[in-house]
C-alpha cells in the first residue's frame, strides 16, 4: 500500500515539475496563428541556436488575448495584430523589446517604424501585413472595379462575397460613405449596417465566409469578393482570371507583430527569435510562403522584382496613405456587434 | 468592460477538488477493499462526468447570471428578450442617447431562436415522413435485403458529419454538379445553395438516420403473430397497420423525434456552410456571441435558455412515451 502512495505521489511531484524543467534552458514558447509560418525556419532556428522552439498556434486575436491573460508566463513571443497590440499595451500585458538585441529590426521599412498602435515602437516588430480589397474576375465584371461602390451594386445581384466578420465588413461599409474604419460614432456605425441590411435584402449578397471566399472565387462561383491581401494573392495564382484592387475610398491595412509578454519566462530566447525572423533571408522565406507583404526591407531587396513590381503586394505608397490602420475599438465594441447581428439576421 | 475575466477561482478550485477527491477515493477504496473491486470501475467515468459535465453546466449557470465583473445581473437575460440591450446600456454611458437611433427593442436573439425552432420542426416532419415508410419497408421480413438496407443506411454515418455536410458544397455550388448536369440538358441554372432551403436539405440529411433507427427498431421487435391474429380476424392491411402496427411503433417514432428534434434546435456550421451565413441559427448566435462578440455572460444565458427549451420539450415527449421504451437504439 505505501509503495503504491509513494508511486503515486512521486508521478505527482514528476508531473508538476515537468513544465518547471522545459522553460528552464533552451526554449522559447511561440504562440502564432494558424499556418502563418514556414516550418523550415522553425528547425532553422533551432539548429543555429541550440533553442528549442515550443510552437503554438491560434485562429482568433480575442482568443490569444484570453490565454495570455490567463497564463502570463505561458509565452514568449505572441503574434498580434495591430489592434490587438494595442489593446494588450493598454493592458500592461506586454514588455518593451531590448531593441540593442533585435539588431535585425533595423531592416523594418520606414513607414511601419513608429505604427500608431505602438507609436513609440517600444513593444513590438512588424512581422507580416496586408490591405483590405475587392477581388473580382476580370472576365465577368461589367466595368471598372475602383470603389467599393461595387460591392453594393444591384448589377451583381446574388455574385457578391462579404466577410464573415464585423470589423472588417462594417469597415468597408464606413469607408464606402466616408467616414473612418475606426467610426466611434453611433449613428455613422448604424448608416453603415443600414447600407449593409440594404445590400442583403435586395440579394445583392450571396454569402458571409471567411477561409471559403478564395477557393470559391477560384472555381469562379462569384464575382466580387470583399478579401485580404493575402487570400486575393493565393486565388490569383490559381485563376489569372482574377485580380485584386484596394478601392479609391482608401481600406484597411493591417499589421501582424511580434511581442513580448510582460511575464515571458525566456524574454532573451524571445529577443533571439524575433531577431531570426526579422534577418532577410529568413523574412523572405516567410513572405514566399504565406504570401502576405512583407515589412522587411533586405527580405524585399532579396525578392527583387517579382516582389516590387506586384501591386497586391507591394501597393504604392499612396495607396497605403489612403489606408487606416485598426484601432482597438473596446468602448464601442458592444455597437459593433450588436450592428452586425442586425446585418446577419436581416430578411 | 475590460475584457473577458478568466475562469472565476472556484472553478479551478472545484476542479482540483474533483480530482484530489477522486484520488482519495481510489486510495481509500484500494486500501479498504485490499484490491480493486466493482465499484472501483465506476470512477473513471464519475470523474469524467464531474470534470465534463457538471462543472461546465456550473461554469454556464455562473456566467448567465453575473456581468463581466462577476456581480449578480439578470442583464444577460434581458439581453436575450431585447438585443439591443447591452448596446443601450453602453451608448447611455457613454452619454449617447440611444433613442437618437430610432432603436426599439432588438428582436434578433428572439426571431432566431423562433426560426431555429421552426427549422427543427420542419426538419423533424420531414425526417418523420420520409423516416416511417422506409424503416417500414427495411424492417418488413418478406424482404430479404432489409437487413443490408440498414447497413446501407448505416456505412455514411462512419465518416465525419462536417465532411458530409462539406461534400454537399460539391453538388449544389453554382458550378457544381447538379447545376453543371442542368446545363448539360439544356435547363437554367438553380441557385440551390446559400439559402434556408440548402440548409434545411444539409438537416436532413445529418439527421435522418437517427429517426430511421430508432423506428426500424421497434418495428422489427414487433411480434409477428400480432399482425397474422389482427389478418385473421379480418383487418384489412391499412386497419392493421392503422390499430396493431403503428400504435406499437410509437415509441420508437417518440424517440425518433427526441433524437432528430434535439439537435435540429442546436445545429450549428451547417447554416455556415449550405446557408453561406445568410441566416444564423440559435447555435450560430451563440458561437458569435462566446467568439466574435467576446461575450460569455450573454454567450451563457443563451446556452441556458436553450438548455431548458431541450428540457421541456423532453418532459413533454416523456409524457407520450413514460417508459421510454424507443430510446434503445444508438
Known amino acids: 500500500m505505501k509503495k503504491l502512495a509513494t508511486l503515486l505521489l512521486s508521478a505527482l511531484l514528476l508531473l508538476s515539475a515537468l513544465p518547471a524543467l522545459a522553460q528552464g534552458g533552451g526554449v522559447v514558447n511561440v504562440f502564432n496563428w494558424e499556418d502563418y509560418i514556414n516550418e523550415d525556419v522553425i528547425a532553422m532556428f533551432e539548429e543555429e541556436t541550440g533553442i528549442k522552439v515550443n510552437y503554438m498556434r491560434f485562429t482568433l486575436n480575442e482568443d490569444m488575448m484570453v490565454q495570455v491573460r490567463t497564463s502570463p508566463g505561458a509565452f514568449d513571443v505572441v503574434f498580434p495584430s495591430d489592434y490587438a497590440i494595442e489593446r494588450m499595451i493598454a493592458e500592461d500585458l506586454l514588455q518593451p523589446i531590448d531593441f540593442a538585441k533585435v539588431p535585425n529590426a533595423e531592416n523594418t521599412l520606414d513607414w511601419l517604424k513608429n505604427p500608431d498602435y505602438d507609436p513609440e515602437n517600444r513593444y513590438s516588430v512588424p512581422y507580416m501585413w496586408g490591405t483590405v480589397g475587392i477581388l473580382y474576375d476580370t472576365t465577368r465584371v461589367k466595368g471598372p472595379v475602383d470603389s467599393w461602390g461595387a460591392l453594393f451594386d444591384e448589377q451583381y445581384k446574388g455574385e457578391v462575397f462579404m466577410m464573415d466578420s464585423p470589423r472588417d465588413t462594417l469597415g468597408v461599409a464606413l469607408k464606402y460613405l466616408g467616414y473612418s474604419v475606426n467610426s466611434k460614432n453611433p449613428q455613422e456605425i448604424q448608416a453603415a449596417a443600414n447600407l449593409l441590411i440594404g445590400q442583403k435584402q435586395k440579394g445583392i449578397v450571396k454569402a458571409y465566409q471567411v477561409d471559403e471566399t478564395k477557393d470559391k472565387m477560384v472555381a469562379g462561383e462569384g464575382i466580387l469578393a470583399l478579401v485580404w491581401s493575402g487570400d486575393a494573392q493565393y486565388a490569383i495564382n490559381l485563376n489569372p482570371d482574377l485580380a485584386y484592387v484596394v478601392p479609391r475610398e482608401g481600406s484597411n491595412v493591417w499589421v501582424d507583430g511580434m511581442v513580448i509578454p510582460a511575464q515571458a519566462k525566456n524574454p532573451e530566447n524571445a529577443q533571439a527569435f524575433i531577431d531570426f525572423l526579422c534577418r532577410p533571408d529568413i523574412a523572405q522565406l516567410n513572405c514566399e510562403y504565406i504570401e502576405y507583404s512583407s515589412p522587411n526591407a533586405g527580405a524585399i531587396a532579396l525578392m527583387g522584382e517579382e516582389y516590387t513590381t506586384n501591386e497586391n503586394l507591394n501597393p504604392s505608397q499612396e495607396t497605403i496613405d489612403n489606408c487606416e490602420f485598426f484601432h482597438d475599438n473596446n468602448d464601442v465594441k458592444v455597437l459593433y456587434d450588436t450592428f452586425w447581428g442586425m446585418v446577419k439576421n436581416a430578411k | ?330
Open chain 2, 1 to 330: 468592460m475590460n475584457g473577458r475575466m478568466a475562469f472565476p477561482p472556484w472553478a479551478t478550485a472545484l476542479m482540483l477538488l474533483a480530482l484530489a477527491a477522486f484520488v482519495v477515493l481510489v486510495v481509500l477504496s484500494i486500501r479498504r477493499n485490499r484490491g480493486f473491486r466493482r465499484t472501483l470501475f465506476s470512477f473513471p467515468y464519475s470523474l469524467w462526468i464531474v470534470v465534463f459535465t457538471i462543472i461546465p453546466l456550473l461554469l454556464i449557470g455562473y456566467y448567465a447570471f453575473t456581468d463581466r465583473m462577476g456581480q449578480f445581473t439578470l442583464d444577460n437575460f434581458k439581453t436575450f428578450w431585447d438585443s439591443n440591450f447591452e448596446m443601450n446600456k453602453q451608448l447611455t454611458q457613454l452619454g449617447f442617447d440611444p433613442a437618437a437611433l430610432g432603436s426599439a427593442r432588438g428582436t434578433v436573439n428572439v426571431d432566431t431562436l423562433v426560426y431555429s425552432l421552426w427549422m427543427a420542426l420542419a426538419c423533424t416532419l420531414i425526417c418523420l415522413l420520409i423516416g416511417y415508410p422506409a424503416a417500414l419497408f427495411m424492417a418488413d421480413r418478406n424482404f430479404r435485403l432489409g437487413s443490408t438496407l440498414v447497413i446501407l443506411f448505416i456505412i455514411p454515418m462512419w465518416m465525419n458529419f462536417l465532411l458530409r455536410t462539406i461534400a454537399w458544397m460539391s453538388l449544389l455550388e453554382d458550378n457544381g454538379l447538379i447545376n453543371t448536369l442542368l446545363k448539360a440538358l439544356g435547363l437554367p441554372k438553380a441557385q440551390l445553395m446559400y439559402n434556408s432551403q440548402a440548409v434545411l436539405l444539409g438537416m436532413v440529411y445529418n439527421y435522418l438516420p437517427f429517426m430511421v433507427f430508432p423506428i426500424y427498431n421497434s418495428l422489427s421487435k414487433q411480434d409477428r403473430r400480432l399482425t397474422e391474429a389482427s389478418m385473421d380476424l379480418g383487418a384489412n392491411p391499412a386497419l392493421t397497420f392503422l390499430k396493431v402496427t403503428m400504435p406499437l411503433s410509437l415509441p420508437g417514432v417518440v424517440s425518433g423525434i427526441t433524437m432528430v428534434f434535439m439537435p435540429s434546435v442546436t445545429t450549428f456550421f451547417i447554416p455556415r456552410v449550405l446557408g453561406g451565413g445568410n441566416t444564423e441559427m440559435f447555435g450560430d448566435l451563440i458561437e458569435r456571441t462566446f467568439l466574435s462578440a467576446d461575450n460569455w455572460n450573454v454567450g451563457s444565458a443563451l446556452s441556458l435558455i436553450m438548455m431548458v427549451l431541450i428540457l421541456l420539450s423532453l418532459s413533454l415527449l416523456r409524457k407520450v412515451d413514460p417508459e421510454g421504451e424507443g430510446g434503445s437504439m444508438i
